[in-house]
């Protein structure tokens, strides 16, 4: 009987360890969604879009949690064929305990959820909807005549040589690929327009020729992650600039998109488990395509993993010094995701070579590559602390384009800082905001007396 007994523990034990991956992560799932549904019953199923504690956890499930169990379970990685399961359990663990760091001081705070009772019925006058949609046209005119030269050169070289070959593609003119993203913000601007204007239907058309316009820009430079995260800032406009009370045909619409997330992540699982099932030959192209997007976490596994020097804060370094032109500072430091390609793959990015790719990190991957384990932690508190008190700022502001520039800037701080390397967000996030301060100098917003 006791050698029974010992026989089962043993299993029981063997069986923990090969599900170690599993485990970690549906408790870590656990405890993410038990923080959502909390906030759902204290401010609403709106809760889960309206401010940056929801929509980034949000990100840190896709990026953290879906993605490297997913890969995990199809045994699909790009640096490696397979890693340690102790490790790849670790760097679950590690991401937690990081995004509960980032994410303390908002819940600490807990204003910072929007309604759109703040909006204070703001409108448009005639005039200034007049100059509202010539300014947001001369954004996306603007936006237009550089994505579409991008466009161009894309479709001279082809799509498979851009890809292979991004960074010879963006050498000296980085501006004008920063300029092209003026378009996005034009699609967030006429949907402002339309909300708050009585010219509805001219601000519509426009808004639907942006978006239009920024899936064809953003699909052909296989950006696809910007049009998501495009899509959820429309979310939390709506939320905040939509007169009077919010339908409950809205608030359905919500519950079944959240639901959906899961049922077709659920799906994709029990596709994954039948092909595998069914099939000698494993079919990569939806994980692939997921992983160009928000495959992020490999990085963190193979840090995790691997030896490396500490770049000591050189890659943030390097983002300050960025709109400084490499011609006239040869040697100043490279961003993060040349950094990890040399790292993974020593020798491989060299300044000036053709073929040069590469590698989003994310904010988890550059804190662990700049200060190792122990010191990501004060960098990530000392990181959120910072956008802390930006966001503070333009919270307590009374002007409109305060608020714009705040839902805009905790969307980019709760996505898109998840999986972007920090050089490129940053020189993008301040070429993105000239626009929106911009606007302040051409239209005058008002409000309506209760």
Not at 45 to 61: C, K
Not at 268 to 297: C, E, M, P, W
Request: hydrophobic content about 50%; glycine content about 6%; charged content about 15%.
């Amino acid at each position: 009987m006791e050698i029974q007994k010992n026989i089962y523990q043993n299993k029981l034990e063997l069986q923990c360890k090969e599900n170690m991956v599993y485990i970690i992560a549906l408790s870590i799932l656990t405890i993410c969604i038990l923080a959502q549904v909390l906030i759902v019953k204290r401010f609403g199923i709106t809760g889960l879009f309206n401010n940056p504690i929801s929509i980034s956890i949000f990100f840190f499930e896709l990026i953290h949690l879906f993605m490297p169990v997913l890969q995990w379970y199809a045994g699909y990685f790009r640096y490696a064929p397979s890693y340690d399961e102790f490790y790849y359990s670790l760097s679950l663990v590690y991401c937690g305990f990081l995004f509960v760091v980032y994410i303390f001081i908002f819940f600490y705070k807990f204003d910072y959820f929007i309604n759109s009772q703040e909006s204070g019925n703001l409108y448009l006058t005639p005039t200034n909807s007049n100059r509202f949609l010539v300014f947001s046209w001369i954004v996306l005119i603007v936006g237009i005549y550089f994505s579409f030269k991008n466009i161009l050169n894309i479709n001279a070289i082809g799509v498979d040589s851009y890809l292979k070959d991004r960074i010879g593609f963006s050498a000296g003119q980085g501006y004008k690929i920063l300029f092209s993203h003026w378009t996005y913000i034009s699609c967030i601007l006429f949907y402002l327009g339309y909300l708050i204007s009585d010219k509805k239907k001219v601000f519509f058309l426009s808004f639907i020729f942006s978006l239009i316009y920024c899936f064809i820009y953003y699909s052909v430079n296989s950006n696809r992650n910007s049009l998501f995260v495009l899509v959820i800032s429309l979310v939390v406009f709506y939320l905040y600039f939509k007169k009077g009370e919010r339908s409950a045909l809205f608030s359905k619409l919500i519950k079944a998109f959240s639901l959906s997330i899961f049922i077709f992540a659920f799906y994709l699982i029990g596709k994954f488990r039948t092909s595998s099932v069914n099939s000698n030959q494993d079919d990569y192209g939806f994980i692939h395509s997921l992983n160009g997007a928000f495959g992020n976490h490999e990085n963190i596994a193979w840090l995790f993993e691997n030896d490396y020097g500490l770049l000591l804060g050189q890659t943030y370094l390097a983002s300050f010094l960025n709109l400084i032109p490499r011609s006239l500072w040869e040697d100043k430091p490279f961003g993060a995701g040349p950094e990890l390609k040399n790292m993974i793959y020593p020798g491989s990015y060299v300044l000036g070579q053709e073929g040069n790719s590469s590698l989003t990190t994310g904010l988890f991957t550059e804190t662990l590559m700049n200060f190792g384990i122990i010191g990501s932690f004060p960098a990530v508190f000392l990181i959120a602390f910072f956008i802390f008190i930006i966001l503070a700022i333009l919270r307590q502001m009374k002007n409109p384009i305060g608020k714009i520039l705040y839902i805009y800037l905790f969307m980019l701080f709760s996505t898109q800082f998840f999986y972007a390397e920090f050089l490129g967000f940053y020189t993008r996030t301040l070429f993105t905001c000239i626009p929106i301060i911009l606007l302040a100098f051409f239209v005058k917003f008002n409000r309506k007396e209760h």
